[in-house]
C-alpha cells in the first residue's frame, strides 16, 4: 500500500518505516513536490496533525497521514507540549530544547511527563485520528545517542535508560510513535 507520510522528520520517517513493514510504501513530502514547510498553526497537536495531512491532501488527493508529537510535563502544566519544536528557539534546535527543559525543571523533585502522538490518516478523503501515549520521567541529566529530540532525557515507565539509550527496535516497541503507528495500521488493515 502506497501511502504519503507528511514529514520533513528524517527519524520519524525512518521510526514509522520500521513499524509499518515491508507492506507499506512511505512516499515523502520531497516525492509529491512539496519542498516547503507546512504551517502548524494548530492550538493543539490533533489540530496541527490535521492541519498537516489536509495540506498534502488539499494538494495531491493522495492518501496519506501526519504525526504530531508533543512531550507534556506535569510539573510545568503540560509544556512544551505542542510547543515542543520550537520551545527554547524558532528552530528544531535539540539541543537547546533539552538545556531549556532541564532549566526549567531545575529544583522540581515531580519528574513525571509523557510523549503524545496524534497521527492523521486521510483515506479516500476521509479523515480519522489515532494516538500513541508513553508515560515517564524526566531525566537530571542527558544520557545516550540514538533517536533524536527529548530523547536523550526521557525514562519511559519501566526502564533504567532514556530513549536515546535504547536501540530504535526498543524505543519504537513501547514509544509514544510506536503506539500510534500500530493502532493506524489496524485502521489501515481493517
Ligand atoms: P514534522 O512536523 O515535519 O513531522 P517536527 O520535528 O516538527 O516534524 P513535531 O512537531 O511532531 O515534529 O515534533 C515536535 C518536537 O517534539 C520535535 O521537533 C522533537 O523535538 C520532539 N519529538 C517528537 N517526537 C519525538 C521523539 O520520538 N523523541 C524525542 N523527541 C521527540
Request: glycine fraction near 40%; hydrophobic fraction near 20%.
Given at each position: 500500500m502506497k501511502i504519503v507520510f507528511a514529514t520533513n522528520n528524517r527519524h520519524k520517517l525512518s521510526e514509522v518505516a520500521a513499524v509499518l513493514g515491508d507492506g507499506f510504501e512511505l512516499v515523502t513530502l520531497a516525492e509529491v513536490g512539496i519542498t516547503e514547510d507546512i504551517p502548524e498553526t494548530g492550538a493543539t497537536l490533533e489540530e496541527n496533525a490535521s492541519i498537516k495531512a489536509r495540506y498534502v491532501y488539499e494538494r495531491t488527493a493522495l492518501d496519506c497521514f501526519a504525526d504530531d508529537t508533543g512531550l507534556e510535563v506535569e510539573a510545568l502544566d503540560g509544556a512544551p507540549g505542542v510547543h515542543s519544536a520550537r520551545y527554547a528557539t524558532d528552530g528544531h534546535d535539540f539541543a537547546a530544547n533539552n538545556r531549556k527543559l532541564l532549566s526549567e525543571l531545575s529544583g522540581i523533585s515531580n519528574r513525571k511527563a509523557r510523549f503524545r502522538t496524534v497521527i492523521s490518516l486521510i483515506r479516500g478523503g476521509v479523515e480519522q485520528q489515532v494516538e500513541g501515549i508513553v508515560e515517564g520521567r524526566i531525566a537530571t541529566c542527558e544520557s545516550g545517542?540514538?533517536?533524536?529530540?527529548y530523547d536523550p532525557l526521557f525514562i519511559p515507565d519501566g526502564s533504567d535508560v532514556t530513549f536515546a539509550e535504547m536501540t530504535a527496535e526498543a524505543k519504537n516497541a513501547i514509544s509514544h510513535r510506536g503506539r500510534a503507528v500500530a493502532a493506524l495500521q489496524e485502521v489501515l488493515r481493517g
Open positions: 545517542s540514538e533517536g533524536f529530540g
